[in-house]
């Protein structure tokens, strides 16, 4: 059953952002590296043995440690494109179509994002913006408990819209005899995907971030994964770029008492059912609606095929908290940082200026969360943890770097230099001074 708090007592339990050194480790992920390390290793140190082994041995360790976490032996990484072709075989044409529908809706929304550079030229030259595309990217696809041929779409989409010469995809074997998903394919055929390599966990990011003898070294690494993923993405940033550290998923919906209880008890169910570390949370000023709303939950829940993983949610970090109105409820919200932000109030629109924190808002009863997951057009690769504080959806920006332009001439020396010089010598930096100074004779100044 999802809890109903109070707010003083939801911010000291739900509502409580914890650091990365304050989760517990569950005793079954800790038996877990144990029975495959042969040791009592922290996630930690498990992800560093297997960076530093896919570093130094390439495939063959790449290999090794898939048989010894995924059960899978593999004879190759990459996966054939002949596959591809033959998964079309294996689902069903309205699957297709609506990932069709999907990745031409992502496209259009991604064109429209503005990306361009700038140059401003005047009579003392040149300043501006060049903007080019990553060269290549690796995305990391997770197979876990359930196939996300939508992460596919929504990560390389807008990279390819960006310019990305070099696409490839990462996803671990979901099954026992080591083939993937054929609507993970299909995805990444209709995006566009160069290469697609079947591996996971922490060996598939230490294979994208070194390279081995299989698998292409990239410049940037993105998607969600599970803890060992997200460690890796952490310990391999500077030797490639990362899109973040995805935690668990969350969404926090804010109803009053005109919503309606059905929804939004489906709302936040469908979002406990991702992942058992999943945060569904329900913020209204209505005691009447959070009663309804949890009567509904728990109806509506007994028809679910992962109740398990939604009960495991919802009992772990979800709840219904009572705020005085949807003023506070809007304060709570923009402290906590959701990552999905749903407004299932009377004008929604009315709130929207008061947003200052949350990873993407759904506006009314129309746009409700899942469609973001799916078919609305922005990535659904949000920021989460509460670091919507300061980061950002996925977009084409995260494929983009900005290349400082600097083409002044002599007819701006006479300010620039003697500033310049001044700050170096206060920074008791002489050799910068001296390199300014050197440009004395192509200014007119009397200062040097």
Known sequence: MIGIFELEEA????????????????????????????ERLSPEQAVDRILEDVRRRGDEALKEWTSRIDGIDLESVEIPWEAVSQAYDQVSEELVEALEIAAERIEEFHRKQPKGGWMDFDEEGALGQLVRPISSVGIYVPGGTAPLPSTVLMTAIPARVAGVEFVSIATPPGRPDGKIDPAILVAADIADV????????????????????????????????????????????????????????ETVVIADE???????????????????????????????????????????????????????????????????????????????????????????????????????????????????????????????????????????????KIISVVGLNERSLDEVVPAAVTIAEAEGLTAHANAARKRAPMAKSELF
């Open 258 to 400: 005109y919503a309606d209880p059905s929804t939004v008890a489906a709302d936040l169910l469908a979002q406990a059912e991702h992942d058992v570390l999943a945060t569904a949370i329900l913020l209204t000023p209505s005691r009447k609606l959070a009663l309804d709303v949890q009567g509904e939950v728990e109806m509506q829940m007994a028809e679910l095929s992962r109740k398990e993983i939604i009960e495991a949610s919802l009992s772990g970090q979800s709840g219904i908290v009572i705020v005085s109105d949807v003023r506070e409820a809007i304060d709570v919200a923009n402290e906590f940082a959701p990552e999905h932000l749903c407004l299932l109030v009377q004008e929604p629109w009315k709130w929207l200026g008061e947003i200052r924190n949350a990873g993407g808002v759904f506006l009314g009863e129309s746009s409700f969360e899942v469609l973001g997951d799916y078919v609305a057009g922005p990535s659904h690769t949000m920021p989460t943890g509460g670091t919507a504080r300061f980061a950002s959806p996925l977009n084409v920006l995260d494929f983009v």
């Open 11 to 38: 911010r000291k339990t739900i509502l409580r952002r914890k650091a990365w050194d304050e989760w517990d480790i569950p005793e079954r992920l800790r038996k877990g590296i144990e029975q495959v390390f042969g």
């Open 194 to 249: 160069d290469t697609v390599y079947r591996m996971g966990g922490a060996q598939a990011i230490a294979a994208m971030a070194f390279g081995t003898e299989s698998v292409r070294k990239v410049d940037k690494i993105v998607g969600p994964g599970n803890i060992f993923v997200t460690l890796a993405k952490k310990r391999v940033y500077g030797v490639v770029g990362i899109d973040g550290l995805p935690g668990p998923t």
